[in-house]
């Protein structure tokens, strides 16, 4: 069993940054591909960022790339995104979330574990 418990999330004007942070159990946190989404009320969890264990490459949304940085801590089991530049339309519910097998994905649905979410809130 894999539990994931994000925080970092809060209020920032339009901007401002954040840094979420998602500690992980598990004895092989390394080979997890662990991925960022987030949700806005009424909307579908949408995909934000994965980083591959396999490679260590990473994948970004188009609407955060350039502006958010993944980032992983494997002797912490912890992983990390930067967000800068925030913008109002970056407010939601973020997640993070780990597939212990198979490649790195961007469907919520190919990931094993979900963390309870932190609230990100941009203001105007």
């Known amino acids: 069993q894999v539990q994931l418990v994000e925080s970092g999330g809060g209020l920032v004007q339009a901007g401002g940054s954040l840094r979420l942070s998602c500690a992980a159990s598990?004895?092989?946190?390394?080979?997890?591909?662990m991925g960022w989404f987030r949700q806005a009320p009424g909307n579908e969890r949408d995909f934000v960022a994965v980083?591959?264990?396999?490679?260590?490459?990473?994948s970004y949304s188009d609407s955060v790339k350039g502006r958010f940085t993944i980032s992983r801590d494997n002797a912490k089991n912890t992983v990390y995104l930067q967000m800068n530049s925030l913008k109002p339309e970056d407010t939601a519910v973020y997640y993070c979330?780990?597939?212990?097998?198979?490649?790195?994905?961007?469907?919520?649905?190919?990931?094993?574990?979900w963390g309870q979410g932190t609230q990100v809130t941009v203001s105007s």
């Open positions: 598990g004895r092989t946190f390394s080979r997890y591909t």
């Open positions: 980083y591959k264990w396999s490679d260590s490459s990473t």
């Open positions: 979330a780990a597939r212990v097998w198979g490649v790195a994905s961007l469907r919520p649905s190919d990931y094993d574990y």
